[in-house]
């Protein structure tokens, strides 16, 4: 590392005032500052001092994630063999399903980040501010959002178009309401709605090759149209309880694995990062939600347990990873509470009362990042009353 940060001393003269390269400073100063932490610091203002900056808080999310990345690539690879009828047991061919999973989630995760960062550095390059660290977590997010089957023009279209008008439009990192890998998804899903739903997306390759009976349904589509007793009934897939929380089921490239999914969540809340608080209230508000629909029997997952609701589809996915962004959730204490559970309560209607649209949770969080600011205006607003009727009172 000392080498890289001679070199880097070498040539910063040119990117320097003054320099040839002056005009393109902002874009060297980003690739510095993710290598090395900044030695610049804040003379105006009140700041909260700690010892670490916006690149490592995001970076701690990307590690986070990887639990998630790589066990979606072993999925897709392992969902590839069990349709053309090899391997099909777990424990087999472990590096072939991971070279196949990569060769097609790999060329995903290159696209989004290079097509967002692309965007980003040419803005920062024009304005000449420095490049927003946000999309290093967003560049990883969008991809296991999708399908392995996505194309690669469509996922570079979705990332241009959350950027742009989902980020930059609104300032930038730190200023933008609506979560930027959702509406990347949401994009693709109402631009190009059989790329991303349905049954034959889930799963890579050629569906000629796959064996008879072989379907890539996903639990919760085949949960959607036969409920709990079809679950227990796919000929060639294992939807059972175990299967679910492993994540060995067609879905999303990072969505399936309960475990996976978890790890990410104690990384980030012992490194303070997420807030464990929303994650809580999602789970509360759904798990209650889905209770209710149960005990009165309008569900459309005839049979389905409240239990169920939650390892299935995207759900605790997006609790940890798409509730709790710092910038489109609440900030106080209790809107953190009220957020969450909101997002419960609406995600959990949307899946259970649409029938076109069993997957809500991203609308959800989307509708909730939109009112964020309100809950905390009225939390903030009701401390300050509470506080000068107790001076009055004094």
């Known amino acids: 590392m000392k080498f890289i940060e001679d070199q880097l001393h070498k040539v910063k003269p040119l990117f320097e005032e003054g320099g040839k390269l002056h005009k393109f400073y902002w874009g060297f100063e980003a690739f510095e500052t993710f290598l090395f932490v900044s030695d610049r610091t804040a003379d105006t203002g009140v700041h909260i001092k700690d010892g670490i900056d916006l690149k490592r808080t995001m970076f701690t999310v990307v590690i986070a994630l990887i639990p998630s990345l790589l066990f979606g690539m072993w999925n897709v690879g392992h969902q590839h063999f069990l349709a053309i009828g090899e391997m099909t047991a777990l424990a087999d061919g472990f590096m072939d399903k991971m070279i196949y999973g990569a060769i097609k989630v790999l060329p995903i995760v290159v696209v989004a980040y290079g097509t967002g960062l692309g965007i980003e550095f040419m803005i920062a390059i024009v304005r000449g501010h420095p490049v927003n660290e946000g999309f290093l977590v967003s560049g990883m997010l969008i991809p296991l959002l999708m399908p392995p089957t996505i194309p690669l023009w469509m996922v570079a279209l979705a990332t241009a178009f959350a950027v742009v008008l989902g980020k930059e439009a609104f300032g930038g990192t730190g200023m933008n309401i609506l979560n930027v890998a959702l509406l990347a998804r949401v994009f693709i899903f109402f631009a190009y709605p059989t790329y991303i739903s349905g049954d034959v997306v889930w799963v890579a390759g050629e569906a000629a090759n796959f064996v008879d009976g072989f379907s890539g349904a996903t639990p919760l589509g085949v949960a959607y149209l036969g409920g709990a007793e079809a679950l227990a009934n796919v000929a060639v897939h294992d939807y059972s309880m175990w299967s679910l929380i492993l994540g060995t089921v067609p879905g999303s490239i990072g969505e399936s694995s309960v475990i996976a999914i978890g790890i990410g969540a104690l990384i980030l809340i012992a490194t303070g990062i997420g807030s464990w608080r929303i994650m809580l209230s999602v789970v509360i508000g759904a798990f209650l939600t889905a209770s209710v629909f149960s005990w009165a029997g309008i569900s459309y997952f005839v049979g389905v347990t409240p239990f169920m609701h939650m390892i299935m589809g995207s759900m605790l996915f ?77």
Request: proline fraction near 5%.
């Open 318 to 394: 997006a609790t940890v990873f798409m509730a709790t962004d710092p910038v489109t959730a609440t900030q106080t204490t209790q809107g953190k509470w009220i957020y969450g559970f909101l997002i419960g309560v609406f995600g959990m209607i949307i899946r259970a009362l649409n029938p076109a649209y069993p997957e809500g949770w991203m609308l959800a969080i989307l509708l909730m990042n939109v009112f964020a600011p309100t809950i905390d205006h009225f939390i903030v607003q009701s401390n300050i009353k509470r506080r000068l009727s107790r001076a009055a009172a004094l």
